[in-house]
């Protein structure tokens, strides 16, 4: 059974700070790997999605890197702002289009 | 273009009582996944359907049922409700499904169900 953690649970940083967020699976025979963002009371966008053969992927401020072999993943924020705070949600895909998430990093960018 | 929309927002029901939740998925879009995110617990899976069919379902009890219409849209239903069922459930959709490998979800905003 697949299990996804994500480190740490809460994070808070000034504004220009550059972040990583961690995200960790058990299984390594995964489809992809998505980066969700939720605001409170919201539903989930997607950040970005890396395929199982992919190594990286980036857009604008965020790069998301994938390690199957280890079972990890980073999502890096460069020079955060205000409104990056939302929980960032790690989804692993697995066989019939089912994702698993973790329970999310709760992150707070401070003025 | 419209993204995935859900109703209703919000759903107080009792104890007992049955609930059903609607999803509309993004117009082209196919498959539509019903996710469960009750508090401290994360996201959970709870069922995909793909052309009108279940294809996939999570570790759900039956009372949790569902049904595609011909028109891509959704409906989940909530029998018996039990106070643990209060969540925020969340839809999503994605494209027709050609490699199995390749699917990147939409979500709507939800529908947040109380469970008094």
């Known amino acids: 059974k697949q299990e996804v953690t994500q480190i740490p649970a809460a994070l808070s940083v000034p504004e220009g700070e550059n972040l990583v967020l961690n995200c960790s699976f058990t299984?390594?025979?995964?489809?992809?790997l998505q980066w969700f963002r939720q605001d409170p009371g919201k539903g989930l966008t997607s950040l970005l999605l890396?395929?199982?053969?992919?190594r990286e992927q980036t857009s604008g401020r965020l790069n998301a890197s994938l390690d199957k072999s280890s079972g990890r993943s980073t999502l890096y924020i460069a020079a955060s702002q205000p409104g990056d705070s939302a929980t960032y949600l790690c989804?692993?895909?697995?066989?019939?289009?089912?994702?698993?998430f973790g329970t999310g990093t709760r992150l707070q960018v401070t003025l | 273009e419209a993204g995935v929309t859900q109703s209703p927002t919000h759903l107080i029901k009792t104890r007992g009582q049955q609930a059903t939740l609607r999803c509309s998925p993004i117009?082209?879009?196919?498959?539509v996944y019903w996710y469960q995110q009750a508090l401290g617990l994360g996201l959970q899976f709870l069922l995909w359907?793909?052309?009108?069919?279940?294809?996939n379902r999570g570790n759900f009890p039956p009372r949790f049922s569902g049904r595609q219409f011909p028109n891509y849209s959704s409906e989940l239903n909530v029998n018996a409700l039990e106070l643990e069922d209060s969540a925020l459930y969340l839809c999503?959709?994605?494209?027709?499904?050609?490699?199995?490998?390749?699917?990147?979800?939409?979500f709507g905003s939800g529908t947040q169900l109380s469970v008094l």
């Open positions: 999503a959709s994605s494209s027709p499904w050609t490699a199995r490998t390749n699917e990147k979800l939409f």
């Open positions: 299984d390594s025979a995964i489809y992809n």
């Open positions: 890396i395929q199982s053969s992919q």
């Open positions: 989804a692993v895909g697995g066989t019939a289009s089912k994702l698993t």
């Open positions: 117009s082209g879009h196919t498959s």
């Open positions: 359907y793909d052309e009108g069919e279940e294809r």
